[in-house]
């Protein structure tokens, strides 16, 4: 599935972007990436981030899920998610369904967007999610 790298600051257009184009992006980029059992494409990077292209290549968004803590109940689980919230910009933290704690971010590419944009974004999301984490002082993370 490997493809030869194009230049890192040739505009990708949102035409392009796909799960198995991202797959071969990160591959290029040396991350640690996999295609998991629903074709998503996962990085691991001491935890998870999927990457799903959306609106049809218009935005990428990255996504890491984290299982809460069952002795933390959701008043607590809420009051971490606003504090990250408000306290880091660049990712989104959110309460799933099943009371687990998400944390998300996008790109957008319509108009384009270099790789190497792709790259750093990807990479400053990653950075985010772990002072996010950092931020957890009381486990409200499992």
């Not at 290029?28 to 990436?33: G, L, M, P, Q």
């Not at 299982?67 to 933290?93: F, G, K, M, Q």
């Amino acid at each position: 599935m490997t493809t030869s790298p194009s230049p890192p600051d040739e505009l990708v257009y949102p035409a392009q972007i796909s799960r198995e184009w991202l797959f071969d992006l990160y591959n290029n980029a040396y991350f640690e990436v996999e295609l998991d059992n629903d074709g998503d494409v996962c990085i691991r990077q001491g935890f998870r981030v999927w990457v799903f292209p959306i609106r049809n290549g218009e935005q990428i968004r990255f996504m890491s899920l984290f299982r809460a803590s069952p002795a933390h109940d959701l008043a607590d689980r809420l009051l971490y998610a606003n504090r990250i919230n408000d306290e880091l910009h660049i990712v989104r933290a959110y309460i799933d369904r099943d009371g687990d704690i998400g944390f998300d971010g996008y790109l957008v590419v319509s108009g384009g967007v270099t790789r190497r944009n792709i790259i750093v974004a990807t990479r400053t999301f990653i950075d985010h999610v772990r002072a996010a984490l950092a931020k957890d002082e009381t486990d409200v993370i499992a």
